[in-house]
Every structure is written in C-alpha cells, then in structure tokens.
C-alpha cells in the first residue's frame, strides 16, 4: 500500500526530519569533531521526530505506524518517498 498524494503531502515534514536525522548521522566530520554535540544533535531531532509522531494522533497508516513505533526511521522515510 503506497500513500495518496494528500497524504504524502500531510508526511512531507516527518521526512524532512527523517532525512535530517540521516543527515546528522551521515555527517562524521561533525562527530570526529565533536561527539558530545554531534550526540546532541542526534538525539535533538530524534526527539523531534517523535514530537511529530506523536502530533499526527492515531491517523496514520498502520505500517507507517509500525516502522515509527519500532525506530525503523529508514523503512519509514523509505515508506513516505515510495
């Protein structure tokens, strides 16, 4: 089951935090640099994803649901991008 396109639209700024945390955890320069603040930055918009979550109520498709329920960020963005 894919998403129609309202529904893409209504999960565009979950996937903007989901690549965002992607991004944070693909940056090793910033971790090799600072760890303690490149952990911070991990763990700000991993709160931040679970913030949205938690906004969007029981309305979310159940395998969306699944893959955020269970921190599968990837399965999730990979999800909302299909």
Known sequence: M???PEEKTRF???AV???RRLEVIADHGFR???P???LAALKAV???IVAHQASLGND???RLAHFLEGCSYDKALAFIEQ
């Open 2 to 4: 894919s998403l129609s």
């Open 12 to 14: 565009q700024p979950l």
């Open 17 to 19: 935090l989901l690549r």
């Open 46 to 48: 991993s709160e931040e």
């Open 32 to 34: 090799d640099r600072d």
């Open 60 to 62: 979310v498709p159940p």
């Open 36 to 38: 303690e603040a490149h």
